[in-house]
DNA sequence: TGTACATCAGTGAACGCGCGTTCACTGATGTAC
DNA sequence: TGTACATCAGTGAACGCGCGTTCACTGATGTAC
């Protein structure tokens, strides 16, 4: 009885070739979707890209999603991690004016899929679950410590002060930036945000 | 000359015949539907909160939702609108100080639902239509523009890059402190925000 | 003032689509011998 | 080294649920006479 249906399945439904893969191609393919989705959540937000989507853009099927992951949750607790990675790591800047350049520029504003995981997902993750949750902490805390160290003075207290205003007026200044409709008023605000918080070239 | 003759009508005929005549309870449950959705959207997000949930909480059955708007996109354009229009009202503040103590405090980082538009849903509006975009732009002109009337000082330009620094970190260190999970470091953000763009004089 | 009718906000079922998830099946890869 | 078999990443259809939207219907409210 079961096969039979199995089989008029098979006859309604024929398949084409090309399958299996190497293991390596395998590994390949997962990296391929957890920087897809990475990308994609930033720029759409976790509900405005399916998985239909992200695997497409990684060139595979939906279905090979749960040979890789559990369910979504687990992708987008993946794909934080890679962004907060991807940032930390890419933080070549010997300065806070280094840094806050790179981060109050247009081409940070205009980068969200490749940009600050907090400014473009702070709102969805603070409403999802615990896990990114406290994983962003760790890294909101790191920044913290990296900002005071690069302050420094005398007074440890000031200097800790200063890199928590530092870090929020970075965040909230790309956030303004990305908000605003008019080009001049969101440069203005980048320009205002690095000559405030100091930058280098105001 | 056309555009007169419309422009009488439109004045003279504040009722017409053919107007339904409007019902008391019909505005106020339109009026509680804007209120509850403008609460949860902030607090869950546009994805986060069903029509369903939003009528059974202003005390209604769903079907009734079109009776009232055209779409849930018409509903969050309301929604955003009346939040902004609140904040703006709420602000009793008589200087950049008074206000940044209500905006940096505990009770606002809790009360996400009935707490600043942009801080809770930037990011959804961002990605949305355009509509609510531009009114948010104008938001947050109007924002920059009284925080330099309260700065002031003899250098205009000098009061504006502050005030909009001062916008950016005053939004950054909500969203931070809201992001974390430690309760001690939130409230340092808090202090630290309250601290660092509160004047000269802190 | 009362009666008959029209209006329309609200109800609850139903529809349709999107999307997360599952599943039977494929066939090249990787392994045992 | 070659052969047979087992493995499992990928495929595409299908499922189920949620949610935005539609609709026929209700009955109190407002209006006409």
Redesign the interface.
């Known amino acids: 009885m079961v096969a039979v249906i199995y089989l008029v399945k098979a006859q309604g439904a024929p398949m084409e070739a090309n399958m299996r893969v190497t293991r390596q191609k395998s590994a390949e393919n997962r990296q391929k979707i957890v920087e897809t989705a990475s990308r994609l959540f930033r720029?759409?937000?976790f509900?405005?890209v399916g998985l239909d989507a992200i695997m497409a853009d990684a060139g595979l099927t939906h279905g090979a999603f749960y040979r890789h992951f559990g369910s979504k949750a687990d992708l987008e607790a993946e794909a934080v991690e890679l962004g907060l990675a991807m940032s930390a790591e890419r933080v070549g800047a010997k300065s806070l004016g280094e840094y806050l350049d790179a981060y109050l520029s247009q081409q940070h504003r205009d980068g969200v899929g490749a940009g600050c995981v907090?400014a473009?997902?702070?709102?969805?993750?603070?409403?999802n679950g615990?896990g990114p949750?406290?994983r962003?902490?760790a890294h909101?805390?790191s920044a913290i410590n990296r900002f005071a160290g690069w302050i420094g003075g005398p007074d440890a207290a000031a200097a800790?002060?200063?890199a928590?205003?530092t870090?929020?007026?970075?965040?909230?200044?790309l956030?303004?930036a990305?908000?605003?409709?008019?080009p001049d008023?969101s440069a203005?605000?980048l320009a205002?945000?690095r000559?405030?918080?100091g930058g280098e070239t105001p």
Chains 1, 2 share one sequence.
Request: glycine share 16%; aromatic share 2%; proline share 0%.
């Open positions: 720029e759409k937000g509900d405005g907090m473009a997902l702070g709102g969805d993750i603070g409403r615990a949750k406290r962003m902490s909101v805390r800790r002060r200063r928590i205003a870090a929020a007026g970075m965040l909230g200044a956030i303004l990305r908000a605003v409709d008019d008023l203005e605000i205002a945000g000559a405030e918080f």
